[in-house]
């Protein structure tokens, strides 16, 4: 049974600095999925990882996918109240469908 | 846009009664899955249908619930005599052709049960 797990679970930081947010999961998989998900309101699709070593990039985001260490990170530059959001990951089956298991989410908190 | 329209956005029920929640991809998509999100919790699998045939079921899926495709178009979730444990977010959510596989969810339905 694929398992997904995010830490940290809870994130307060201040405006201008860096962190990562961290997704390992447990079984081979051939896709994982970034979405931010506002309170109260659906998922936004931020980025989908599909080979080893991709690395993508949209504004103070950067998502990227280690396959054998199975491992992705969501990197977090500079950031600004508007991250403010509950981050989840999810992971694919490989050579499945689309099946998605998802983490227990990073509750991401900008602090000005 | 995520060219997913679910419907209705919010609905409260009383605890055993009957609900049916509508999910529309738009624009022609043979995958269609719908996922329930309970508070403080990421999304969990229920369904899936390529075209109009339902693929695999998640044991979440208790017999109180039904979903259909009939044309492989719109979806509908049914859940018959509900529970107050039944209080969810539930997301339908379409996915791009491969390679790109990219997954597009709709604003949800939140039900709540009462």
């Known amino acids: 049974e694929l398992k997904v797990e995010q830490n940290p679970l809870f994130l307060s930081m201040q405006e201008g600095k860096n962190y990562t947010i961290y997704c390992n999961y447990s079984t081979t998989s051939d896709r994982l999925y970034w979405y931010r998900q506002d309170p109260g309101k659906s998922l936004e699709s931020l980025f989908v990882?599909?080979?080893?070593?991709a690395v993508k990039q949209e504004g103070r985001l950067m998502a990227s996918l280690d396959t054998k260490a199975r491992l992705s990170t969501l990197h977090i530059t500079a950031a600004v109240h508007d991250l403010s959001a509950t981050y989840f990951c999810?992971?694919?089956?490989?050579?499945?469908?689309?099946?998605?298991?998802f983490g227990t989410g990073t509750r991401l908190t900008i602090i000005p | 846009d995520t060219g997913v329209s679910q419907d209705p956005r919010h609905k409260i029920t009383k605890r055993g009664q009957n609900v049916t929640f509508r999910c529309d991809p738009i624009s022609e998509h043979n995958r269609l899955y719908w996922y329930r999100q309970t508070l403080g919790q990421g999304p969990e699998f229920l369904t899936y249908f390529q075209n109009e045939a339902q693929l695999e079921k998640s044991r979440l899926l208790s017999d109180r619930f039904s979903a259909e495709r009939p044309k492989g178009s719109f979806s509908t979730l049914e859940i018959q005599r509900t529970e107050q444990g039944d209080s969810a977010m539930y997301l339908c959510a379409k996915f791009a052709a491969i390679p790109n596989t990219e997954a597009f969810f709709g604003q949800g339905t939140r039900l709540t049960v009462v």
């Open positions: 990882l599909l080979s080893n070593g």
């Open positions: 999810a992971v694919a089956p490989a050579f499945g469908n689309e099946k998605l298991t």
